[in-house]
């Protein structure tokens, strides 16, 4: 067990490794090819009468929803008729299973979208819902390690086959540039909705572009809005949204949050729960407890703390927030209120790798959806989060 020395990683809570052994470095995704995923979806029965098409659509830097308003537009039709069963991640190559209704496979074949393939074309009377979804194969290519000995690796790989990985949230749940997920979500549990709104739009962080740091920070000491729909650049679509709400109506922050999609409003709370869930079992590991086949509280208003030393680490967790279970329930957004469920401590996979050269070393591996690749390879990297 070691604990990290990396700022970003104590400010969401990932606080310990599992491992004790000395990192590689090195980086990953230096090229789009270098991370690798391949979906693993629940089997459809196939039907040629079907009124569904589905497809496999690999895509390189894409995010998944913009990928799919961009093949909706290529085949002339709505993209509420193309269904997939989860997002993947943007900076990488992914490939997924997705279903488009009543749209022929000719079609589909003749679409062209850059850096998107279609391929693997089937019928089906079924759609692909979200959660349709086994898990994910990853292939991930780590460059210019620092560190690159067989033993060392193998023994980071032996002690995870033994003890199981930390279940963390990800970076990708909090943010990497702009780590601020629970920080919003926390005020909406604490019913301040507009304390929710301002920190999404106007808390910056040194690791965003400079043109949007310096209009958040403007927008911080001015609360001009009106001004903040000129400074603030085009491609932060959600903050604009929310902004050209509050410039009609300066004091409708609940009307503003709510221009976003229910799903990513329920993100923002997802996010607080994510990090007193890493906060308690960065506690288990610290004291020792056993994470293997253990399930930890994503807290909510249904929630109720474990037995033993467990639950009394979940207690004094969510005490020191000065929050209770009652507090996520959020009279004032009651639509983002969570009823509580639970997540694994720890991790078991398989784990291969290849040493391809002294720059250059692969990794091959297969999560259960919801869980985190980077989460693995951070063990055997111990790098600047940055880094993944």
Request: proline share 3%; hydrophobic share 35%; aromatic share 10%.
């Amino acid at each position: 067990m070691q604990r990290t020395n990396h700022p970003l990683e104590e400010t969401v809570g990932i606080r310990y490794f599992i491992t004790d052994t000395p990192g590689i470095g090195g980086k990953l995704r230096r090229e789009f090819e270098d991370f690798q995923v391949s979906e693993v979806g629940v089997e459809k029965q196939l039907d040629s009468e079907g009124e569904y098409t589905h497809f496999t659509l690999e895509k390189t830097n894409w995010d998944t929803i913009r990928a799919i308003s961009a093949l909706s537009r290529a085949v002339g039709v709505s993209r509420k008729r193309i269904g997939f069963a989860g997002t993947k991640d943007k900076r990488a190559v992914t490939r997924q299973r997705m279903a488009i209704w009543n749209v022929p496979i000719e079609k589909l074949e003749s679409a062209r979208v850059k850096d998107i393939r279609l391929y693997d074309f089937t019928r089906s009377s079924e759609r692909i819902l979200v959660g349709d979804l086994v898990g994910n194969e990853f292939e991930i290519t780590v460059r210019e390690p620092e560190l690159v000995d067989d033993t060392i690796i193998a023994r980071c790989r032996d002690q995870i086959h033994l003890k199981g990985i930390p279940n963390y949230f990800g970076y990708q749940r909090f943010g990497l540039q702009r780590p601020n997920t629970h920080v919003v979500g926390r005020k909406l549990v604490e019913g301040d909705v507009e304390g929710a709104v301002m920190s999404y739009l106007a808390d910056y962080y040194d690791g965003e572009r400079d043109d949007a740091r310096d209009a958040r920070r403007s927008l911080k000491e001015t609360g001009d809005f009106k001004q903040a729909l000129t400074d603030f650049p085009k491609r932060l679509g959600y903050e604009r949204t929310m902004l050209d709400r509050l410039y009609k109506n300066p004091t409708d922050f609940a009307g503003a949050l709510r221009r976003l999609h229910k799903k990513l409003r329920q993100l923002l709370v997802h996010g607080y729960q994510s990090y007193l869930y890493n906060l308690t079992l960065s506690r288990m590991i610290e004291e020792e407890l056993e994470i293997h086949k253990v399930e930890i509280p994503l807290f909510g208003y249904k929630s109720r703390f474990t037995v033993g030393r467990q639950g009394e680490i979940e207690q004094e967790v969510l005490e020191s927030t000065g929050l209770d279970f009652r507090s996520f329930k959020i009279n004032s957004m009651p639509e983002l209120s969570p009823r509580g469920s639970y997540r694994t401590a720890s991790l078991e996979t398989k784990i291969t790798y290849e040493i391809t050269d002294e720059n250059t070393l692969k990794f091959k591996f297969f999560l259960p959806k919801g869980n985190y690749a980077t989460m693995i390879m951070r063990e055997f990297m111990k790098t600047d989060p940055m880094n993944y």
